[in-house]
């Protein structure tokens, strides 16, 4: 009786510790982690889209377990002509080594695949696919509390044009 409750007892602290092996790993964040955990909260800004003044809101979020992160994304714009907005969603999903990969959907109706890249205080989103339309979103924290996009579409050339520029707060 005795050796079978020493092995039990054993076998659990075993488990104990391989649970506690486990959750420590896992709370420790790497550098793609902790600069997503950045980007959470709500943003708002003003910038120029398509070459009108526009006002750019973002919320990032972690769901589905934290699984991923959702950008949740609005930009009303201004003109001449009147207001319009564009809305969209992406899910990004850490893929190691400072990558992320994602989706994006928008209220033009299109979706597209993401793979990007964090480097220092940057996360570079390319988006897109050659035979749709390809882009890159570039978020750039410029200090405590402030975010630099700038959104760029490629052109038949293969060069990059900007068409998004925004600071924006968090709020």
Not at 84 to 91: D, I, K, R, T, V
Not at 144 to 171: I, P, T
Request: hydrophobic content about 40%.
């Amino acid at each position: 009786m005795k050796n079978a409750n020493y092995k039990n007892c054993t076998l659990g602290i075993a488990v104990s510790l391989s649970m506690l092996l486990f959750f420590t790993l896992r709370l420790e964040a790497s550098p793609t982690d902790a600069f997503l955990n950045r980007l959470e909260g709500n943003w708002q800004g003003e910038g120029k889209s398509m070459g009108t003044s526009a006002r750019m809101q973002m919320k990032w979020e972690w769901v589905l377990g934290r699984k991923f992160l959702r950008l949740s994304l609005k930009n009303e714009m201004q003109s001449a002509k009147g207001n319009a907005a564009f809305e969209g969603h992406a899910y990004y999903q850490l893929a190691g080594g400072g990558k992320c990969e994602g989706k994006w959907f928008d209220s033009r109706g299109a979706s597209f695949p993401i793979s990007c890249n964090i480097e220092g205080e940057a996360l570079t989103a390319l988006w897109g696919t050659p035979e749709q339309e390809q882009g890159k979103s570039v978020y750039s924290f410029l200090e405590a509390g402030k975010l630099e996009v700038v959104d760029s579409v490629m052109d038949k050339s293969g060069k990059w044009k900007e068409f998004g520029r925004f600071v924006v707060v968090r709020q």
